[in-house]
């Protein structure tokens, strides 16, 4: 296959590595010439993943000339940057092309997942069949490595999935097919509202009973917000949802884990983002789906203490003695 993947940054990076391993063409087009020079002679990305050699395969390009030529588009840009940014490629977008989007995020400014934003973008919102999503626990890092991964990826059509699917499987990537489209995309968007709030308990040094109860009540909370937007409930318990929630909420390779910590360690928000070299997507997805669930009627207290900690609201401690001073009621998703 000849495929394209759009962004060079950690995720971005690491699926070229996969699909170059497969055999495919792969272009990684990004905006760095520094970084595609970087890939294309020393086979490493000298700005995100230093150190680890990628598959010699990999073309890197700054041109979208390349896009003309490639069948399938995966779509590695930060969340709340496509809306504005993918316009600039729909000159290149092919009639047979499919969109695969592995960003994990929601639009804030149009509360909406990207599944609702991006086919409108490219022309798509009647071809269902030709946007996919892939999700789930994938360190970008570890998967550069070729450490054994699985995600998700979910189509519309359930035989276009099953394809997409086989395209991304090696011998270390397993790929299971869904056609819950926005139930992946939502597991992997929300759960970055947990993985921040483990990382606030683990910072304020609360133990491992805090941050088991954080991700289990988390889980009910995705749950619910998915349920009322039409998704699968059993998606959840999958690997874009449970498996995703367990990683970053648990692993220190997790940027929104890292930003919970340095939270709760007392640090400012401001200076930690600025301090970043990647985006850490859930602190604007917290505010997305503190908006869509109060919009909808949904009650997600974590979600709601996560926002007041971030706007400067709540302290880490306040935001502790919320969550544990309301109402008793019976436990349920």
């Known amino acids: 296959m000849h495929i394209a993947v759009l962004g060079g940054g950690n995720f971005g990076t690491c699926l070229a590595h996969v699909l170059a391993k497969s055999g495919h063409t792969t272009h990684l087009v990004l ?26 395969k990999i073309e890197a390009t700054t041109s979208f000339d390349v896009l003309t030529d490639c069948e399938y588009w995966v779509i590695a840009l930060p969340c709340q940057k496509q809306a504005e940014l993918l316009p600039q490629f729909v000159p290149y977008f092919g009639e047979m092309t499919t969109l695969i989007n592995v960003a994990k995020g929601i639009d804030l400014k149009q509360l909406l997942p990207l599944s609702m934003v991006v ?87 609360f133990g491992d009973n805090a941050r088991a109860a954080l991700v289990t009540r988390g889980l009910a909370e995705m749950c619910r917000l998915g349920h009322a937007m039409g998704a699968n409930f059993q998606t959840f318990m999958g690997l874009s949802g449970l498996g995703d929630l367990m990683l970053t909420c648990s692993g220190d390779l997790s940027r929104n884990r890292q930003v919970g910590l340095r939270l709760g360690r007392g640090e400012k928000l401001d200076e930690i983002i600025a301090s970043m070299n990647s985006v850490a ?53």
């Open 281 to 333: 997507e859930g602190v604007a997805t917290t505010h997305a789906v503190c908006a869509l669930a109060k919009n909808l009627g949904v009650e997600m207290p974590i979600a709601y203490t996560m926002k007041k900690i971030l706007d400067g609201d709540f302290t880490p401690q306040d935001g502790l003695k919320y969550l544990v001073r309301r109402e008793q009621k019976p436990e349920r998703i």
């Open 119 to 205: 086919p409108k973008i490219f022309g798509l919102e009647d071809e269902s069949a030709r946007y996919a999503v892939l999700s789930g626990p994938s360190f970008a890092k570890e998967v550069a490595q070729d450490m054994p991964t699985a995600c998700t990826l979910a189509c519309a059509d359930e035989k276009r999935a099953e394809h997409l699917r086989d395209i991304f499987t090696t011998p270390y990537f397993r790929c299971y097919s869904s056609t819950d489209v926005l139930g992946v995309e939502l597991g992997g968007a929300i759960k970055n509202i947990y993985a921040i709030a483990a990382g606030v308990s683990d910072g304020l040094k």
């Open 31 to 56: 905006r760095d010439e520094k970084v595609a020079h970087s890939i294309n002679t020393l086979h490493e990305n000298c700005k995100y993943l230093s150190g680890i050699r990628l598959c010699d």
